[in-house]
């Protein structure tokens, strides 16, 4: 069974930094995409960067230059590193990982399950 499991969220103030990373294991999953998502209270889900299986990077134009994803396919760890927070930035940041099960035709997106960012000003 494939698993993805988030660490890295917290409290901090506005200007700081935090880093989130997510780890997937098992289900013998062959990754494509690595994406971070984000969901503030009263708000739908959004994209807000992703990391292909060829190291090509994309991000929300809201955090253009302040975030930066990053994976490391060793370990089949994907990492974001958040800068300059905002109190618009406070969110529970779900990660992402789009790939084929050894086996299998079909392409399945996993996801973890959340951790909670919180910035304060």
């Known amino acids: 069974q494939v698993q993805l499991v988030e660490s890295g969220g917290g409290l901090v103030q506005a200007g700081g930094s935090l880093r989130l990373s997510c780890s997937v294991s098992g289900g013998m999953l062959i990754i494509n995409d690595m994406s971070w998502y984000r969901q503030a209270p009263g708000k739908q889900r959004e994209l807000v960067a992703t990391?292909?299986?060829?190291?090509?990077?994309s991000y929300a134009d809201s955090v253009k230059g302040r975030f930066i994803i990053s994976r490391d396919n060793a370990k089949n760890t994907v990492y974001l590193q958040m800068n300059s927070l905002k109190s618009e930035d406070t969110a529970v940041y779900y990660c992402?990982?789009?790939?084929?099960?050894?086996?299998?035709?079909?392409?399945?997106?996993?996801w973890g399950q959340g951790t909670q960012v919180t910035v304060s000003s």
């Open positions: 990391e292909t299986s060829g190291g090509r990077q």
């Open positions: 992402s990982a789009r790939g084929v099960r050894v086996g299998s035709a079909f392409v399945n997106d996993y």
